[in-house]
Nanobody, 123 residues
Framework: VQLQASGGGLVQAGDSLRLSCAAS????????MGWFRQAPGKARAFVAA????????FYADSVKGRFTISRDNAKNTVYLQMNSLNPEDTAVYYC?????????????????WGQGTEVTVSS
């Protein structure tokens, strides 16, 4: 499966942004999907993940209550709604797909990665 992330940009603290990740290839609905981010000078880190049917979602503590992950299997797309953004959210955001159940936070479990979309939050 090929992944294409989009929706990043420059926003102010407190603003909202929605990222999208469009997948091409068969059987999108069989993949668990995740979002990761890499801030300047830091390692890539888990942000959120969602189950195949969208019934379960998982979040990093740093974004819980502010970010929402969702998916539309009919459109082969996963979303990340980001609210109440702050400068610490500045990063390149990557979407990823895994056929493996569990360990959603572990990026080693993900086989397919998008190219990343940059989010910059100014104070």
């Amino acid at each position: 499966v090929q992944l294409q992330a989009s929706g990043g940009g420059l926003v102010q603290a407190g603003d909202s942004l929605r990222l999208s990740c469009a997948a091409s290839g068969p059987a999108f609905s069989t993949y668990r999907m995740g979002w990761f981010r890499q801030a300047p000078g830091k390692a890539r880190a888990f942000v959120a993940a969602i189950s195949r049917n969208g019934g379960s979602a998982f979040y990093a503590d740093s974004v819980k209550g502010r970010f929402t992950i969702s998916r539309d299997n009919a459109k082969n797309t996963v979303y990340l709604q980001m609210n109440s953004l702050n400068p610490e959210d500045t990063a390149v955001y990557y979407c990823a797909a895994t056929p493996i159940i569990g360990s959603y936070y572990d990026q080693r479990r993900y086989d397919y990665w998008g190219q990343g979309t940059e989010v910059t939050v100014s104070s």
